[in-house]
């Protein structure tokens, strides 16, 4: 047994959900804000609420359930976070990352992970997708610091196919197919929870930065240092601060996110089916 007290309380809850079902998922589906409904598209084996493991982080921000949904969608056995842990809301990092590290444990081997994002990049629109080809994230602290857990990955892990490209094709292959507007561009991870200055957007345009959010990259991360297959979605639910003179609202984003909800259920779902 490792002495990584982050490791144990993993294998811990590893076996309290094994106590309540023996499914194996292969995919896991972390679902952004406003995304929610999603997890109505599977055909539920066990739902386990986060609040049934003592201890286990729960997540507060508004239209995150705390939930793993675990079934089957387009022939695949997939898991769904509905319900993510931000750095905003408090929790260190290795919480943050727990419910994806925990869904590794269980089986998924390749992780997809939504988000509600502001585009940076000016030629982007409201209402379409980005898929991530890259992702800066060196304004958070990252996921792997502190002792490194061997048991899931190596201490200093390779980030140039961070993004697996197969699966950043199929995005955009379904999305060329299906009519749906799709980009694939740079996402940077900010803290949150305030929205940036219209000064620090043009500074994250000036690095590379196509569209900008509170969560994800770090997840990115640690489905790397595990050896996943990850691939990022985003929902495009506003232009950044500054990019027009519309003030920004988290209501208007998850208004947003909920509009287009059908077409990015339809992305994901056709991805799902061709993993
Ligand atoms: N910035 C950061 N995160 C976001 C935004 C934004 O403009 N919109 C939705 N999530």
Same mark, same amino acid.
């Given at each position: 047994m490792s002495a990584n007290p982050i490791y144990e309380r993993l294998v811990h809850y590893r076996d309290l959900i094994r106590e309540i079902t023996d499914f194996e998922p292969e995919i896991a589906i972390t679902l952004g804000s406003g995304l929610g409904n999603f997890a109505d598209n599977i055909e539920v084996v066990k739902t386990v609420n986060y609040?049934?493991?003592?201890g286990f982080p729960c997540s507060t921000a508004p239209g995150h359930v705390g939930q793993f949904i675990f079934g089957m969608l387009g022939g695949k056995k997939v898991a769904c976070m509905k319900g993510r842990l931000h750095y #905003?809301?408090? #929790?260190p990092m290795s919480d943050v990352v727990m419910p994806l590290r925990l869904l590794k444990m269980l089986g998924a081997k390749t992780a997809i992970i939504t988000n509600a994002v502001g585009a940076i990049n000016k030629n982007y629109k409201v209402g379409s997708f980005m898929v991530s080809r890259d992702c800066i994230s060196f304004f958070v602290p990252s996921p792997l610091i502190g002792q490194n857990i061997d048991e899931l990955g190596p201490r200093f892990v390779d980030m140039s196919d961070l993004y697996t490209k197969e699966l950043r094709e199929k995005v955009k292959a379904i999305a060329s197919r299906e009519g749906i507007d799709v980009n694939e561009g740079v996402f940077v991870q900010l803290t949150g929870p305030q929205f940036e200055t219209a000064s620090e957007i043009v500074a994250l345009r000036t690095l590379g930065a196509d569209c900008a959010g509170m969560s994800s990259g770090v997840e990115a991360i640690a489905g790397a240092h595990m050896g996943m297959k990850v691939c990022g979605i985003s929902c495009i639910t506003n232009m950044c601060t500054g990019v027009t003179d519309e003030k920004l609202s988290g209501e208007e984003v998850i208004e947003v996110a909920n509009r287009v909800s059908r077409d990015f259920e339809k992305l994901i779902k056709l991805l799902v089916e061709e993993i």
């Open positions: 609040s049934d493991l003592p #905003y809301e408090g #929790y």
